[in-house]
């Protein structure tokens, strides 16, 4: 679900007044701002379409992509899988597959990541601006239900492999119906399953954005931390990593110190907090973490002031 940015649960909000300031105030890149991205409307008029009965909603494309990677392959299950689980893990089997295809809808969007991670997570190295609340309220810090788990494990296998929730179509967006959040309005609403109510572009957004994007085949990673560029690897979100090879994610002040192994007894090196769950790690500090090693062995996490 996109960020609440000051939600009623009582009220709507006036709608946007242009796609721009609606991407914008979802926290979402903005096409046209940037290199090869163009095309947005310049209203956020609608069409006879956006009123469309659920029941004449156009299905989506099947998600048949092909990942470089086995490791690419695995981090988009277990990303898709985390998105299942953690939104909608007391759903009936139709209300997980309709979360699962809001994911894989959004990766071929133009608006978003083009990556199953990157999707889940994105926003997720903000305060605010998570897309999906799990990512950054601390939900994966609780215990699994390791049936639950699986049972999100298999819906999300079948979604990568091109099964669709058609009731759903294009749908972009949701929210549980215990909710009525400021950007309803400004989408086309499609219907409900379960507890979550799903949406749409609306009008010309919908032709400029929906399925005109490729997914990438490659699960995102956050570019070399030792010297690197900060900004480059904050704006990635995501680094590759040898230990755990799930996703990297960092947000966050330092809150933490471990001493170097090969330092003095009074020399120590700041350190992020670190969270793992779900195959998913989660560094909490301003600063972005790299392995310590001494003789072969790591020995800790140490960060680079950005």
Same mark, same amino acid.
């Given at each position: 679900?996109?960020?609440?940015?000051?939600?009623?649960?009582?009220?709507?909000?006036?709608?946007?007044?242009?796609?721009?300031?609606?991407?914008?105030?979802?926290?979402?890149?903005?096409?046209?701002?940037?290199?090869?991205?163009?095309?947005?409307?310049?209203?956020?008029?609608?069409?006879?379409?956006?009123?469309?009965?659920?029941?004449?909603?156009?299905?989506?494309?099947?998600?048949?992509?092909?990942?470089?990677?086995?490791?690419?392959?695995?981090?988009?299950?277990?990303?898709?899988?985390?998105?299942?689980?953690?939104?909608?893990?007391?759903?009936?089997?139709?209300?997980?597959?309709?979360?699962?295809?809001?994911?894989?809808?959004?990766?071929?969007?133009?608006?978003?990541?083009?990556?199953?991670?990157?999707?889940?997570?994105?926003?997720?190295?903000?305060?605010?601006?998570?897309?999906?609340?799990?990512?950054?309220?601390?939900?994966?810090?609780?215990?699994?239900?390791?049936?639950?788990?699986? !049972?999100?494990?298999?819906? +999300?296998?079948? %979604?990568? *492999?091109?099964?669709?929730? =058609?009731? &759903?179509?294009? $749908?972009?967006?949701?929210?549980?119906?215990?909710?009525?959040?400021?950007?309803?309005?400004?989408?086309?609403?499609?219907?409900?399953?379960?507890?979550?109510?799903?949406?749409?572009?609306?009008?010309?957004?919908?032709?400029?954005?929906?399925?005109?994007?490729?997914?990438?085949?490659?699960?995102?990673?956050?570019?070399?931390?030792?010297?690197?560029?900060?900004?480059?690897?904050?704006?990635?979100?995501?680094?590759?990593?040898?230990?755990?090879?799930?996703?990297?994610?960092? !947000?966050?002040?330092?809150? +933490?110190?471990? %001493?170097? *192994?090969?330092?003095?007894? =009074?020399? &120590?090196?700041? $350190?992020?907090?670190?969270?793992?769950?779900?195959?998913?790690?989660?560094?909490?500090?301003?600063?972005?973490?790299?392995?310590?090693?001494?003789?072969?062995?790591?020995?800790?996490?140490?960060?680079?002031?950005?």
């Amino acid at each position: 679900m996109p960020p609440n940015g000051g939600a009623s649960r009582v009220a709507q909000a006036v709608p946007a007044p242009t796609p721009r300031q609606l991407l914008r105030d979802l926290a979402l890149d903005v096409p046209g701002d940037l290199p090869g991205l163009s095309g947005l409307p310049a209203t956020l008029r609608a069409s006879v379409s956006d009123y469309a009965a659920p029941a004449f909603a156009s299905a989506a494309p099947p998600f048949l992509a092909q990942m470089q990677s086995q490791t690419d392959s695995d981090r988009a299950t277990e990303c898709l899988t985390a998105a299942v689980y953690y939104e909608a893990r007391s759903e009936a089997v139709d209300g997980q597959r309709a979360v699962a295809q809001v994911v894989l809808n959004r990766v071929r969007d133009r608006a978003f990541p083009h990556s199953v991670c990157g999707v889940v997570y994105q926003g997720s190295n903000r305060r605010t601006g998570c897309q999906f609340s799990f990512t950054c309220d601390g939900s994966m810090a609780h215990r699994r239900d390791p049936g639950a788990w699986d !049972r999100a494990r298999a819906v +999300a296998a079948a %979604a990568l *492999a091109g099964s669709v929730y =058609a009731p &759903v179509g294009g $749908a972009t967006f949701y929210h549980t119906n215990a909710i009525l959040p400021w950007w309803a309005s400004s989408l086309a609403r499609i219907g409900s399953v379960g507890a979550h109510i799903f949406y749409r572009w609306r009008g010309a957004m919908e032709g400029a954005l929906s399925f005109r994007a490729a997914y990438a085949g490659v699960e995102p990673g956050v570019v070399g931390t030792t010297g690197g560029d900060a900004a480059a690897q904050i704006a990635a979100l995501y680094r590759d990593s040898g230990t755990d090879s799930g996703v990297n994610v960092h !947000r966050g002040k330092t809150s +933490a110190i471990v %001493a170097s *192994a090969d330092a003095a007894p =009074a020399t &120590v090196v700041r $350190a992020a907090r670190v969270t793992i769950a779900g195959g998913v790690r989660v560094h909490l500090g301003s600063e972005a973490p790299r392995m310590i090693v001494t003789d072969g062995a790591t020995v800790g996490e140490e960060t680079d002031p950005i």
